[in-house]
């Protein structure tokens, strides 16, 4: 089935929250509930994806924050491309979902492409040297592996360097 036209943009209050199901309780809830709040306090970026046609719709969406990641935490091969502080910056991919009636249509990618190239856009202004994603699972953390994510020792945490974030996006 083609991709309708797809938009990504800003979360705001014409998008219904309450109709998104992506099958994992904890991102759901946090779309439900918790979303909106963070917009308020500035404690993440959130980013809907949905289609021309059906714009209050959320088809999935993801979030963005900055965090700090201890210098020893980072991979060998990562090191060499960010700064060697205790704290190194980087940008948060906290949470991202798709709609369960929505998914295996490729929407995963393209909204990891778009925190990518967000993520990227923003480094220049804020300070940040990479990109960290939390995968849920094995699975989830194989996803982004995939896009040149690199995996933290006996963790479930992910890091791209952001200069190579640019080339990552697919």
């Known amino acids: 089935m083609p991709l309708p036209d797809l938009r990504i943009g800003p979360l705001d209050d014409g998008h219904d929250r309450a109709a998104f199901s992506s099958g994992v309780v904890s991102l759901d809830r946090y779309l439900h509930t918790q979303a909106k709040q963070d917009l308020r306090r500035k404690a993440n970026a959130v980013f809907v994806l949905s289609a021309g046609d059906t714009p209050s719709r959320i ?40 709609d369960r009636d929505a998914q295996g249509r490729g929407l995963g990618s393209i909204l990891v492409a778009d925190a990518l190239h967000r993520s990227h856009a923003s480094a220049g202004t804020v300070g940040s040297s990479m990109i960290v994603v939390d995968a849920l699972n094995d699975a989830v953390a194989s996803f982004y592996e995939a896009y040149g994510f690199v995996r933290l020792p006996e963790s479930l945490r992910l890091i791209l360097p952001m200069v190579l974030a640019r080339e990552a996006a697919p």
Not at 62 to 73: H, I, N, P, R, S
Not at 91 to 98: C, D, F, Q
Request: charged share 10%.
């Open 59 to 98: 088809l999935g969406y993801y979030t963005l924050c900055a965090l700090a990641v201890a210098q020893g935490d980072i991979p060998p091969a990562a090191r060499k491309h960010v700064p060697r502080y205790p704290l190194v910056s980087a940008t948060l991919i906290g949470r991202l979902a798709v």
